[in-house]
């Protein structure tokens, strides 16, 4: 039975290393073990990583190089790891107003993947 972890990025600009602590822990989980399913679900202010051109502006040094929340986030999407973002911080969204690969889903999508055996992770930084 494959491993499934569920991890929340509630901010953005305001704590950038929040959004790549959340996706560098994900993605190393996902290479370490491909069958392990994991999901990213974007709230408050880390919705905003979910608009086309937002993430690509967001970036900081971390460990001797440029890390950027959009090429992380792209990335995450390309291995199979499967983002969602609340649409009640999205209203009036569209799904082409997106970056392709990341879904609108209603915020009880957190609770019926927790459901499912999803195991939710979070960081404070």
Do not use: R, W
């Not at 679900?41 to 979910?50: H, K, V």
């Not at 009036?92 to 990341?102: F, M, N, P, S, V």
């Not at 889903?105 to 957190?110: K, R, V």
């Amino acid at each position: 039975m494959a491993k499934k972890f569920l991890f929340t990025i509630s901010h953005a600009t305001s704590s950038p290393l929040e959004a790549i602590g959340i996706l560098k822990i994900a993605s190393n989980m996902k290479a370490f073990e491909d069958d392990a399913e994991i999901a990213i679900f974007l709230l408050g202010e880390g919705a905003q990583l979910a608009k086309k051109g937002v993430a690509k502006t967001i970036s900081m040094e971390l460990e001797g190089a440029t890390a950027n929340v959009g090429e992380m986030l792209e990335m995450a999407i390309e291995i199979g790891i499967k983002v969602s973002v609340c649409h009640a911080f999205m209203p009036g969204a569209k799904q082409e107003d997106l970056l392709e690969g990341i879904q609108i889903q209603a915020s009880s999508n957190i609770g019926e993947l927790m459901l499912d055996g999803y195991v939710p992770f979070s960081i404070s930084i």
